[in-house]
């Protein structure tokens, strides 16, 4: 069965410290991956997606960064956090199919930058 | 742009009472639209899909393309069912991976 991992569940940092965020999936191959960000107020927000290794879009301009440099490896980084980058942010494997589209969630990582 | 709009942020009920949880969308196509739904301490699970036309829980969601609307709906709330509930519309562009957009969410509080 297909199984998405997150880690770690929670994390203080100071600002201007680094940030990498890890996520797999297990079960599949190539894999659809997201990084979402979840602020009271503004829902889920897009931040990056991945169709395959190598392969990052960004939704929106910010302090942060994806990479993908294995078939069911996601990473979020950061090389200087911002207090603004504090928030929950969640791994999302969406599998697309013409009646089927779905999307998992891993546990998320609540990030708080002091 | 494709947008998701829920404008209640706690909906709070009694148990027993109907709920209506509202979503409205923007796409000037044929939207694919989804009610996702995250218990207390669980991850975000898929609710229903508008698809399939299904009953999960006794929640239903009917799709009005004239008012752009997609409203989850429940006859007799439980207690339960108090989560934190999202619509979410898939992205049109499959070059881009089949985005999800999500709504702003909102809390679903059911009182004994």
């Known amino acids: 069965s297909q199984t998405i991992h997150q880690w770690p569940a929670t994390l203080v940092q100071p600002v201007g410290s680094p940030l990498s965020l890890e996520c797999t999936v297990e079960?599949?191959?190539?894999?659809?991956l997201y990084w979402y960000r979840q602020a009271a107020g503004r829902g889920l927000q897009l931040l990056f997606y991945?169709?395959?290794?190598?392969?990052i879009s960004s939704e929106v301009p910010q302090n942060l960064s994806a990479s993908r440099p294995q078939d069911r490896q996601f990473i979020l980084s950061s090389k200087k956090l911002l207090l603004s980058d504090s928030g929950f942010y969640l791994c999302?494997?969406?599998?697309?199919?013409?009646?089927?589209?779905?999307?998992?969630f891993g546990q998320g990582t609540r990030l708080t930058v002091v | 742009a494709q947008r998701v709009t829920q404008p209640e942020k706690l909906l709070s009920v009694f148990k027993g009472a109907p709920v209506e949880l509202k979503c409205n969308y923007s796409?000037?196509?044929?939207?694919?639209l989804f009610w996702y739904v995250q218990y207390s301490r669980q991850r975000l699970q898929l609710l229903l899909r508008?698809?399939s036309r299904e009953s999960i829980k006794g929640f239903t969601a009917d799709l009005n393309k004239g008012e752009t609307s997609f409203h989850l709906k429940k006859p007799f709330a439980q207690e339960e069912d108090s989560a934190m509930y999202y619509c979410a519309l898939r992205s049109p562009h499959y070059n881009q991976g089949g985005k999800l957009i999500f709504g702003q969410g909102t809390e679903l509080s059911v009182k004994p």
């Open positions: 796409y000037s196509g044929s939207p694919e």
């Open positions: 508008h698809i």
């Open positions: 079960g599949t191959s190539n894999p659809n």
């Open positions: 999302a494997w969406i599998l697309l199919g013409r009646v089927n589209t779905e999307a998992f």
């Open positions: 991945s169709v395959g290794i190598g392969q």
